[in-house]
């Protein structure tokens, strides 16, 4: 089998050295993806422990429809749809959030209080919980802890909280497929490595020299 | 009630291996093709990359976003399952002393977990002493290894370039790949300032193998750590384990967790006695010659289990010295971001799973302040997002002019925010030192007088400190690296230690190089093994992983560990032949 070939029947999701065999062999014979690979269902990637702790995380919920709902605010407040692309919340960033700090416990008080002390603040202000005010007061109140440079000391615990979930909302968002389709990230699939795009090689004025040029692995056109 | 009756396995076999990790495997590989019959004891699962695969999922694919977790510290899609702590399984240490052990118990052990970086000792790296006055030098050089890293080579492929450096052999080299980006840009400033940087030496492979038909090659996907679906790199599972089970004289006993090397009354071994972590039964198997590959760690903890009256001290132990000299890699880790990079073009730049370049060590230590030296790896670039993407913003999106020149308040939200993320990404990059620790008789590791595992298994005990060395070794990292990046143009954001941080060297353990507990020498009173890993005091057993290390080198163990059981094998066969064992 030529070697474009070879990455078609990668890319083509037939991945196992039995099938690149059968493919090298005259009949290139195609065989169909054996099995249900989840690592979110078990899959044989995944142990006995793993899934049985998947099962027992995603039996339990820890926040409740309040919480959520404010964490969805947040989030679409943090990363909003844009020309780019879709929204925190299109991007299932809440069920990420969910997930995660049941399998990272040491998340659950800073988000716990976080969402208290957020929800005091504003019963303080406008005598409503955060989700319950306008947007404009909703802008008024992140704007208290989004800035952590120029916020009040007397902001610093809500600070700390946004800092918070502005990294779980970027990560959950970014490392969605909604994410990284904005963000550009071109790898994760079969392909031959030859070296940076000469256009940016030459944006930073760097080249090969001559013997890497000779050394390194070639590719046919 | 329990059964307590102990199986013995009715079946004789030639050898009985200990662990199917780089050196328990290519042991089965090597005998196995010779005709012996084998029986291979793992402690945990059976595993082939091919079909137990998590390559090319995405990170939504995991519902942790490919974070770690106890049984995968080094993420969801790691290939290595264990860790530094497994339930049931503890070790402890003596006098507050620090050292993190990593495990992985499933086929193919940790070569299911590492860099493939895969580099040949020198000639020095075998006479440390003799140059430095430190340690011990093996009881063999680099000339009686060289024709099996030969060997090595081309059985298991390897990339890398003929450089002719004095302690850094060439060997029988697949072509590299060209480098990245940022690691132009670090080669570049380390010529600059009188620091090599070469093509790294990976065990990939860039073009098939010639003669191999089992294996394709390398995809450039960057993720040799999730085991390779079309065996494109080594592990032990695919490249040694597989074609040695296809020849028909291996049988692979899966999670068999040793408890002990059996032994006659003349002190001979003659099996191993094991748990069955499915039915937690205890078995027998019997074998002519037994082979430890369980680690340098596990290896020390199965002799010094192993007491009868011939062997009071532990199996092989008149010298004393199992558990001792124990040793792991220095490390130390730094990085920034490289402000020239911010709004970088998008490309597929994954390229194979780990460094393009990397730079071997390079000084003299006569005018230097410690001994030994180390290696340095990078690494960088537009790598695949994860868990932790994007983290602490709010410490970068304030400190550098925007897309449009200007400096913006730090933290925020909405969709100015949502674009630092992109204009951020593929600007950073890192680099970390692996250097060589001298091995000590006081860093050690011995049995637990009061601690089982859940098996009923006396478990380890450790007692490690850093030296000096060690301590200047990495400081000297820092100052390099420092001025690396400096001469790079790049910003430093994380790695800066000072004194009362050690420098910023890594716990022991850490590097998961750890090796020197069972180590070889000429002298029985001071060595556990001979030049072909057979143990002094029981000519039918050796130890062919990282514990017959004498020292550990600049460099990862893998290829040396490989190398070493290849030629204890062959060593093995002989003797069988002529009935010596």
């Not at chain 2, 532990?314 to 124990?326: C, E, F, M, R, W």
């Not at chain 2, 868990?387 to 308040?409: C, H, I, L």
């Not at chain 2, 690296?481 to 004194?499: A, C, D, L, R």
Request: proline letters at 5%.
């Amino acid at each position: 089998m030529d070697r474009r070939k070879y990455l078609k029947t990668l890319a083509a999701g037939t991945l196992s050295t039995g099938v690149l065999l059968e493919s090298c062999s005259p009949a290139e014979k195609q065989v169909k993806q054996p099995e249900d690979l989840s690592l979110v269902q078990g899959g044989p990637a995944r142990q006995p422990d793993e899934i049985a702790r998947f099962k027992k995380i995603t039996a339990e919920k820890f926040f409740d429809e309040h919480e959520i709902k404010t964490i969805s605010i947040l989030a679409d407040i943090i990363i909003p749809k844009d020309e780019v692309s879709g929204s925190a919340t299109e991007a299932k960033v809440p069920e990420f959030i969910e997930f995660i700090v049941k399998d990272m416990p040491r998340h659950q008080i800073p988000m716990r209080g976080g969402l208290k002390w957020l929800d005091l603040q504003c019963l303080k202000r406008f005598e409503k919980p955060f989700s319950d005010c306008n947007g404009q007061q909703q802008i008024e109140m992140v704007d208290q802890i989004a800035w952590p440079a120029k916020a009040k000391p007397e902001m610093m615990q809500g600070v700390a909280f946004f800092n918070l979930i502005r990294d779980l909302t970027a990560t959950g968002f970014f490392t969605s497929q909604i994410g990284i389709k904005d963000l550009g990230y071109a790898g994760n699939r079969p392909n031959q490595w030859d070296g940076v795009p000469q256009d940016v090689l030459d944006q930073y004025g760097v080249k090969y020299d001559e013997k890497m040029l000779a050394e390194s692995v070639k590719f046919e056109a | 009630m329990p059964d307590f009756q102990i199986k013995k396995n009715p079946k004789t076999y030639d050898v009985c291996i200990v662990g199917s990790g780089a050196g328990g495997g290519m042991a089965a590989y090597v005998l196995a093709k010779a005709g012996i019959k084998v029986v291979l004891l793992e402690a945990g699962p059976l595993y082939d990359p091919a079909i137990n695969t998590t390559q090319l999922k995405w990170p939504w694919e995991s519902p942790r976003r490919g974070a770690g977790h106890q049984g995968r510290p080094f993420g969801d899609f790691d290939a290595a399952y264990g860790g530094w702590e497994i339930d049931g399984e503890p070790y402890t240490h003596k006098n507050d002393t620090k050292f993190d052990w990593f495990r992985s118990r499933m086929i193919g052990g940790r070569t299911n977990h590492w860099g493939r970086i895969s580099l040949r000792f020198g000639p020095k790296d075998f006479k440390r002493k003799s140059i430095d006055g430190l340690g011990e030098d093996w009881p063999i050089g680099y000339e009686d290894v060289a024709p099996y890293y030969d060997k090595v080579d081309q059985l298991i492929g390897i990339f890398g370039t003929k450089e002719n450096l004095p302690n850094e052999p060439d060997g029988i080299f697949l072509p590299p790949p060209k480098p990245r980006l940022h690691e132009l840009f670090v080669k570049e400033a380390a010529t600059a300032i009188g620091i090599p940087v070469i093509p790294s030496r990976l065990s990939i492979l860039t073009t098939k193998l010639p003669n191999n038909n089992e294996r394709g090659a390398c995809f450039y996907c960057a993720q040799c750590n999730r085991g390779c679906t079309v065996y494109g790199d080594f592990s032990s599972s695919s490249v040694l384990v597989k074609p040695a089970l296809k020849s028909g004289n291996v049988d692979v006993i899966a999670n068999a967790m040793a408890r002990e090397v059996l032994t006659s009354s003349e002190g001979i071994a003659t099996g191993i006695s094991y748990v069955d972590k499915n039915d937690l039964q205890e078995y027998q198997v019997f074998a002519k010659v037994v082979v430890l590959a369980a680690s340098a760690g596990e290896s020390a903890r199965l002799l010094l289990n192993s007491k009868s009256t011939k062997h009071p001290g532990g199996l092989a132990n008149a010298s004393g010295v199992i558990g001792k000299y124990l040793h792991d890699s220095t490390g130390v880790a730094m990085g920034g971001v490289m402000t020239k990079l911010f709004g970088r073009k998008r490309y597929n730049e994954d390229g194979v799973g780990g460094l393009h370049v990397y730079t071997p060590w390079w000084l003299e230590n006569k005018k230097l302040d410690f001994p030994r030296g180390y290696h340095i790896e990078y690494w960088g670039g537009m790598g695949m997002p994860g868990y932790g993407f994007g983290f602490g913003m709010q410490n970068t999106n304030g400190k550098y002019p925007g897309r449009d020149g200007v400096r913006k308040e730090a933290g925020g939200y909405g969709a100015s925010l949502k674009d630092d993320y992109r204009y951020y990404y593929g600007a950073s990059f890192g680099m970390a030192g692996r250097g060589e620790a001298i091995a000590r008789e006081d860093n050690y590791c011995e049995i637990d007088p009061t601690t089982v595992d859940k098996y009923g298994i006396p478990v380890l005990r450790f007692h490690y400190t850093w030296s000096d060395y060690e301590i200047k070794q990495a400081k000297h990292m820092q100052d390099t690296f420092q001025e690396i990046i400096h001469k790079m143009g790049g910003e430093i954001t994380w790695g800066v230690k000072g004194k009362e941080d050690d420098y910023g060297l890594e716990t022991p353990g850490r590097i998961i190089h750890e090796v020197g507990t069972v180590r070889m020498g000429n002298d029985p009173k001071k060595s556990a093994l001979n030049k072909y890993s057979q143990a002094h005091d029981c000519k039918n057993l050796f130890v062919v992983d990282g514990g017959s290390f004498v020292s550990q080198a600049d460099k990862n163990p893998t290829w040396t560990i490989l190398a070493l059981s290849m030629r204890a094998s062959e060593y093995i066969i002989d003797e069988l032949r002529k009935q010596n064992i």
